[in-house]
């Protein structure tokens, strides 16, 4: 079952996947394991100019006009590899969870939701900063734990991974956990 089928087609409906990250918010109320941060980002592929501006200007506007009261801050930048980023800050985990799925729901209504990688959660694990990574081609979830300059806690990762399984969040083969060296959130 692709749970992110509507997400790359043009309808209105919410991304069950991404509401999994409910059952880990829960669980933060009564765990000192895990906290998810206000903060997050969809990751975009690069795109031609005439598409990444509409893109840029339409996403402002939406922003700004539609959700303003859920997100406290709002900002786009390009890395290294020329993925754009769209970096939101809420007051609450719940809020960044829906604002995540609006953003992107909103993509897909400008026929961009095949230019979606997916998006980036930010958590503290363990005293460590986590990202928690939901890759929309899969409609699965992976965590990375840097632990330096490009290295990586794989024993964390290991224990979130199992963590947001035994949760009812689905996850990503071992195999397919990449590192987000760079990240801009």
């Not at 906290?35 to 922003?63: C, E, M, R, W």
């Not at 809020?95 to 997916?118: E, F, H, P």
Request: proline content about 4%; some cysteine; aromatic content about 10%.
């Amino acid at each position: 079952m692709d749970i992110f089928k509507n997400i790359f087609s043009s309808k209105k409906e919410s991304s069950p996947i991404l509401y999994s990250l409910m059952n880990i918010i829960e669980l933060e109320k009564s765990s000192t394991e895990i906290t998810i941060k206000n903060s997050g980002a969809i990751l975009l592929k690069p795109t031609d100019i005439v598409q990444q501006t509409k893109f840029h200007d339409g996403i402002k506007n939406y922003t700004n006009t539609s959700i303003s009261d859920e997100i406290t801050e709002f900002n786009l930048q390009d890395d290294s590899h020329n993925i754009t980023w769209a970096i939101l800050k809420t007051e609450t985990s719940p809020q960044l969870v829906q604002g995540i799925d609006k953003i992107s729901n909103y993509v897909a209504t400008l026929n961009m939701g095949d230019k979606m990688i997916g998006s980036v959660f930010i958590a503290k694990f363990h005293e460590s900063k986590a990202y928690i990574i939901c890759n929309y081609r899969t409609s699965k979830f992976y965590p990375f734990i840097p632990s330096g300059k490009e290295t990586r806690n794989h024993e964390l990762e290991l224990d979130l991974g199992h963590l947001l399984e035994t949760n009812k969040i689905p996850i990503e083969n071992h195999i397919n956990w990449y590192p987000l060296w760079g990240a801009l959130i």
